[in-house]
């Protein structure tokens, strides 16, 4: 069960995504264009096939009602009649049809009983079902295509044939045209089904990559087949640029946090140094100078330890501390430490929860500076009188610590930069502190496995810590 | 005050001789493992500050050695490495404070204050605490200034106890983190001179004499003057 829910939901996530995807609209176009010069070109075979059958049963008839009004023109009635006769004779199973009648249309000589109840068209053809009387009361019907010729003396003169064969025929050549088109097109969709949910396929892992990627594992790499394809080439391509980009990030940080360590030492020296100076015997004016520069010295010096901090976890040696930890104490262990900070501006932070007992495999003192760092930032951008909620959101797999400040908020085009070291939303980087707290949140965040979420509060910033929660038996 | 340095970094050992020679205090200095072991061994020490990592023999394995021959002698280790859980694995060896590198010598100097004056083991617990005027029993759970009773709460009481127990000595804010809060962690602000000030109007407003001072660049401290 808890291996199959995921593979339907990506079941159901990759053909939603195949219907949306270009390729596959493309595949569908294929698929058209297929199809339709499949219909052209039977559409070609039926008018060359079952159409020349009909043409060249229209041109027989069309001959003979030339002939047979040459007979009548040259013979008269009587010798029309016997050529009639004569050819009726010769045709005992009636696939011939002929009548001639009188202007009133009754019958004058002919295999047909009536004159047939249609009207001719301009070129004088007609089509009818033509009833002949075989015999002692038995009578059969002929599918007949036949043309209606007028003689001298008002006579009318009708010539057909039974096309009943020519209709199967006609039947049977259409059945094929019809059956193969299905076919070509059911074939052409599956084609290109399968060739869209490759390519999907492949689409689909250089997006999983990239999203991972853009979540912050900056390892990751686009897989390649080893056929030397185009998208070999493009993950190729792909993870030459990651590659790069890594470096370039990595000598960035190794810079800052060498920075750090390197003048971490020297700094604490000056600082000593500076406390030396305040023991020993100066003038007021002299010591309040001190005083000043130990104060700036401690500034800088806690900038450098966020920066290596970061760093330290980041290189995520550090799971050995991890325990079992209460997330609902730990924020009220906040809440109490943070209060009185807040009481100053009129703020109140409150701590929720869903349920009471809860449960967390977590490194307790870096959680704590998370959300410690989280409830400073809130005091921070929080208008006086304003309220700070805390909330531990606890599921079954899962528990949601969450911080809620009414201050201005995080524009949505800055959140994924706030992260950053050092990046701070006020450009004049008057405001105290050195723009490492959220980066350390982040850090935290990645040790434990946690996806740190900045949201909108409407008004203010909501940033949501979701951590995979230790199972109640370990 | 006699006070050993096991350190093999010339410069930093320079300059905690000259820093405790300023206290007052005699200092033995080590530059590797075994001599530290051997000078720790034979001299009884009031308090040892221990590099982590020293060539010869690990600081760790020295502290571990001395517990199991019954030296009880307060150990501050110092280390490069501030993980939390090579923390855990110093004080787990027998060390009672751990410090890491580099730090501000008002903070060792505290630290160090703090585990001289520590209570020795096996002395009844005391449950009683006076300075000046200022009472706190820790079995009524009460606080009374000149006879008056202070309501404190929870944590303003632990606070209270803590700077009691190392009245007269500097405390730092990082000390009061971890012993009063229980988290080892570096807040962005001064969180703590915020718990101060509050305590401080609770015991020291009504009255002349301060007790709870602030000592500039350091921490706090408890003291009848």
Redesign the interface.
């Known amino acids: 069960m808890a291996t199959l829910a995921p593979a339907l939901r990506r079941l159901h996530l990759s053909s939603r995504f195949i219907l949306t995807s270009s390729t596959f609209r493309l595949a569908l176009l294929y698929m058209l264009l297929v199809g339709v010069s499949v219909a052209i070109l039977l559409g070609f075979i039926y008018w060359s096939t079952a159409g020349y059958m009909a043409r060249q049963t229209d041109a027989t008839i069309g001959a003979e009602i030339q002939g047979l009004a040459e007979q009548y023109r040259r013979r008269g009635l009587a010798g029309l009649s016997a050529v009639i006769a004569e050819r009726i004779a010769r045709d005992p199973e009636g696939a011939s049809i002929y009548l001639l009648a009188d202007p009133s249309g009754h019958p004058i000589i002919g295999n047909l009983d009536s004159w047939p109840p249609v009207t001719p068209d301009a070129g004088g053809w007609v089509r009818f079902r033509a009833r002949q009387a075989q015999g002692e009361g038995v009578s059969i019907e002929h599918e007949t295509r036949a043309k209606v010729f007028r003689l001298r003396g008002d006579l009318r003169l009708l010539v057909g044939r039974d096309v009943r064969e020519l209709a199967a025929i006609r039947h049977l050549i259409l059945d094929a045209i019809t059956w193969g088109l299905a076919i070509t097109v059911g074939l052409a969709l599956l084609g290109g089904w399968l060739m869209g949910a490759g390519i999907v396929r492949r689409l689909d892992v250089v997006n999983q990559v990239s999203r991972e990627i853009m979540q912050g594992d900056l390892s990751r790499r686009v897989p390649s087949t080893g056929t030397g394809d185009d998208f070999d080439q493009l993950a190729e391509n792909l993870n030459r640029m990651l590659e790069r980009i890594e470096a370039l990030m990595l000598s960035i940080r190794q810079v800052s946090d060498n920075i750090a360590h390197d003048l971490?030492?020297p700094?604490?020296?000056l600082?000593?140094r500076?406390?030396?100076l305040?023991?020993a015997e100066l003038s007021d004016e002299a010591s309040a100078e001190v005083?000043v520069a130990?104060?700036d010295a401690?500034e800088l010096l806690?900038a450098f330890?966020?920066l290596?901090?970061i760093a330290?976890i980041e290189a995520g040696?550090?799971r050995?501390?991890f325990a079992e930890v209460d997330p609902i104490t730990l924020l009220q262990?906040v809440a109490?430490?943070?209060e009185?900070?807040a009481a100053?501006s009129l703020q109140r932070i409150s701590v929720d929860s869903t349920s009471a007992l809860c449960r967390l495999h977590a490194?307790?003192?870096?959680l704590?500076?998370a959300v410690?760092?989280l409830v400073?930032n809130a005091?921070?951008h929080s208008p006086s009188g304003g309220q700070i909620q805390l909330r531990a959101d606890c599921t079954q797999t899962r528990v949601e610590l969450s911080v809620t400040d009414e201050g201005p908020g995080i524009p949505p085009e800055l959140r994924d930069k706030v992260l950053q070291r050092f990046f701070r939303i006020d450009e004049s980087r008057a405001a105290?502190?050195h723009g490492l707290?959220l980066s350390l949140v982040q850090a935290v965040a990645q040790l434990h496995g946690a996806e740190l979420h900045l949201e909108d509060a409407g008004p203010g910033l909501r940033v949501r810590f979701c951590l995979p929660r230790v199972a109640a038996s370990a | 005050m006699r006070v050993l340095v096991i350190e093999d970094d010339a410069q930093l050992s320079a300059y905690l001789a000259k820093a405790f020679g300023e206290m007052g205090a005699n200092v033995d200095l080590a530059d590797n493992g075994r001599d530290g072991l051997f000078l720790a061994a034979g001299n009884p020490y009031d308090v040892m500050v221990v590099d982590r990592m020293l060539p010869g023999l690990d600081g760790l394995a020295i502290i571990r050695t001395l517990r199991a021959s019954g030296n009880a002698t307060p150990v501050l280790i110092l280390s490069a490495l501030g993980e939390v859980d090579h923390r855990v694995e110093g004080l787990r060896a027998g060390g009672d404070d751990y410090l890491v590198k580099p730090f501000a010598f008002s903070e060792l100097h505290a630290r160090i204050e703090a585990l001289m004056r520590r209570a020795p083991p096996g002395d009844a617990p005391a449950t009683h605490f006076n300075v000046a005027d200022l009472e706190l029993d820790l079995l009524k759970r009460e606080v009374r200034r000149a006879g008056q009773p202070i309501a404190l709460q929870p944590r303003e009481f632990k606070l209270l106890e803590y700077l009691m127990r190392h009245a007269g000595q500097v405390v730092t804010r990082t000390m009061l983190l971890e012993n009063v809060w229980d988290y080892h962690f570096d807040p962005q602000t001064n969180v703590i001179d915020v718990h101060i000030s509050r305590l401080r109007a609770k015991i020291d407003k009504d009255f002349d004499q301060p007790l709870l001072q602030t000592v500039r660049g350091a921490g706090y401290m408890l003291r009848a003057d």
């Open positions: 971490r030492t700094l604490t020296r600082r000593n500076l406390e030396l305040q023991g005083e130990i104060a401690d806690s330890n966020a290596l901090r330290r040696s550090r050995a501390a262990d109490e430490l943070y009185p900070l100053e490194d307790r003192d870096l704590f500076q410690a760092n400073d005091i921070k105290p502190g707290g």
